[in-house]
């Protein structure tokens, strides 16, 4: 007997979501050309040195804006309740594989809630440190020291951003069937059960 699905993302939302994680990859193997010598042969990817510099911050408002439609329609999902200061003591239960001693959660646990919010805070403060370095257009309106420090601060958010979404890949893959939610846009009621019971409450009034 097939298994019943609940809607999880409109195809709208995993548009947005899969636009975000293309241009994320590109900004990155752009920066990261940049980043140190030996990863300069990454600017070919984008017609050279010149182009990857040119396009690397273009890429990145793109990236910026839109993550921005996916945070207008998910920040209020993302903010921290008691459920969620529940989960986080018994997180050590979630790494042991011990699922069945986890609180109940709504739509997005803690640990998705941080990668949320770490994800927001690090592309916001690669918006601002980028522009404070980006030539010929803004640089100029600020003094040497602070462009200095601004491309110190970018470089740090941004190993902050590759890492949540290393955790944010990881986690996916590491709960079988998640995958699912941003490919097909639904899960399997089991799944909801299982890993977000007081969502799955709400999607089936309880039934």
């Known amino acids: 007997m097939a298994s019943k699905l609940l809607q999880r993302y409109s195809d709208g939302e995993r548009m947005n979501h899969w636009v975000i994680a293309l241009l994320f990859i590109a900004a990155g193997l752009s920066g990261l050309a940049f980043f140190h010598p030996s990863l300069f042969f990454l600017s070919h990817l984008f017609g050279g040195g010149v182009w990857a510099r040119i396009l690397h911050p273009f890429i990145g408002v793109a990236m910026v ?48 809630k941080g990668v949320f919010w770490l994800m927001a805070i690090s592309l916001l403060a690669l918006l601002v440190t980028g522009i404070m370095f980006w030539q010929p257009w803004f640089a100029d309106s600020f003094p040497i020291l602070a462009r200095r420090i601004a491309v110190v601060v970018h470089a740090a958010s941004a190993v902050a951003l590759i890492l949540s979404v290393i955790m944010h890949v990881y986690a996916a893959i590491w709960v079988k069937g998640t995958v699912r939610a941003m490919t097909r846009g639904t899960v399997t009621e089991a799944w909801a059960r299982q890993n977000h019971a007081l969502w799955h409450k709400e999607m089936t009034r309880g039934k």
């Open 65 to 112: 804006l839109a993550f921005l439609g996916m945070f207008v329609r998910l920040w209020r999902e993302n903010l921290l309740n008691d459920a969620d200061r529940e989960w986080v003591k018994h997180s050590g239960d979630m790494l042991r594989g011990n699922k069945a001693a986890m609180p109940p959660v709504g739509k997005y646990n803690a640990g998705q």
